[in-house]
């Protein structure tokens, strides 16, 4: 005769360490969310019988019991790019100071699939949301202004903006690349980006791009946002009648594409060509040769950012937009020519 399989064991609830320790629900709660509050032989009973049944509070129990869910979202558009993975490096790191857990999503540019990401961690608790970029749709405002949760965008700077904005100014930073080249004497520059439908910070250093008194003079292309996007740009400029002394890329990905597919067409960076990204990827520093870059500070985005929704979350004080300054980083990838 087959014996019967015991029966698995069952995770020991708030109820079971109550009976074990012989107090009341409410007291073991206390112990778990008010440990100083409580008597000392009666916070030692219940400690004893939470190790002996090995309890492991669940954190909806503890969301009913203190209201308090504890976790924040992040959506941002991918995680297959460095600058996101600083930034959520330093977000999770810094938020884990005040207390706070993250959950990440990914919207993949796509501002309806970020309304209803936005939605779903609304509906599981979160208490507050990062989001990327200063364009969203109406349906994600209209739940931010119906929930009333504290909400950052980050990776843009703007003191117009009715959300706190903490970011740095991708127009500035774009300016700050070409008048590097500029002043490095490159007269003929082309210009290279990411698409723009779907991406407001790039068009936001386009349009900084086209205040300066040379904007006229540039060539722009537009391709995907990546390597093989940059190393198609490469061969469309490689076959132009006239090619650039200079070429500008408005983030390191496509720049480290333009810089394989002009290698691949014979072209020297910088003997013939002078090469300039935006980002300060990893990846830009240990190129053949190192790319010369704007540095986004996404470290320190992500650090400001914690800070500011914990306190917002804690105090529930609004807090104000907050400027960070990209700085440029010379590199070998761009020379001076000779004007004379």
């Known amino acids: 005769m087959t014996q019967k399989a015991p029966e698995p064991k069952k995770r020991a609830n ?5 009976k074990a320790a012989g107090v009341s629900v409410a007291t073991v709660s206390r112990v778990l969310n008010e440990p100083g509050v409580v ?3 009666t916070l030692e009973k219940v400690q004893t019988a939470i190790a002996r ?3 492991v509070p669940s954190a909806a129990a503890r969301a009913i019991n203190s209201g308090r869910t504890r976790f924040v979202g992040a959506l941002v558009p991918t995680l297959d790019n460095a600058i996101f993975a600083r930034f959520l490096a330093a977000l999770e790191r810094t938020l884990s100071q005040h207390d706070l857990s993250l959950v990440v999503a990914t919207t993949d540019s796509d501002l309806e699939i ?3 990401k936005a939605k779903s961690l609304v509906d599981i608790g979160a208490e507050g949301l990062i989001i990327t970029g200063a364009a969203h749709s109406a349906a994600l405002h209209d739940l931010i202004e119906r929930t009333m949760l504290p909400t950052i965008i980050t990776s843009f700077y703007d003191t117009e903006n009715p959300l706190p904005t903490i970011g740095y100014d991708n127009a500035g930073a774009a300016q700050l690349a ?6 490095l004497g490159h007269q003929r520059i082309s210009v290279v980006h990411g698409p723009t439908h779907d991406n407001d910070r790039t068009r936001a250093r386009l349009s900084g791009l086209r205040a300066l008194p ?3 003079e540039l060539t722009t292309f537009e391709t995907d946002f990546s390597h093989q996007g940059g190393a198609d740009a490469a061969r469309q400029i490689c076959a132009l009648p006239q090619k650039p002394d200079a ?7 496509v720049a480290l594409g333009v810089l394989f597919g002009l290698q691949a067409e014979g072209v020297s960076v910088p003997g013939d060509v002078s090469l300039v990204g935006i980002d300060d990827l990893p990846s830009s520093a240990v190129a053949v040769p190192p790319i010369t870059t704007v540095h986004l500070p996404v470290t320190q985005m992500g650090e400001r950012s914690a800070v500011a929704l914990a306190d917002w979350i804690a105090e529930q004080k609004k807090p104000g ?5 990209a700085r440029l980083v010379e590199r070998q990838s761009a020379i001076r020519r000779n004007t004379g």
């Open 14 to 18: 708030l109820r079971d360490v109550a």
């Open 39 to 41: 008597k000392k032989d």
């Open 53 to 55: 049944l090995k309890f």
């Open 114 to 116: 970020e309304a209803e």
């Open 178 to 183: 070409l008048q590097h080249l500029i002043d």
């Open 214 to 216: 040379m904007a006229s």
């Open 247 to 253: 070429i500008l890329c408005l983030s390191d990905v």
């Open 321 to 325: 937009p907050e400027r960070l300054e």
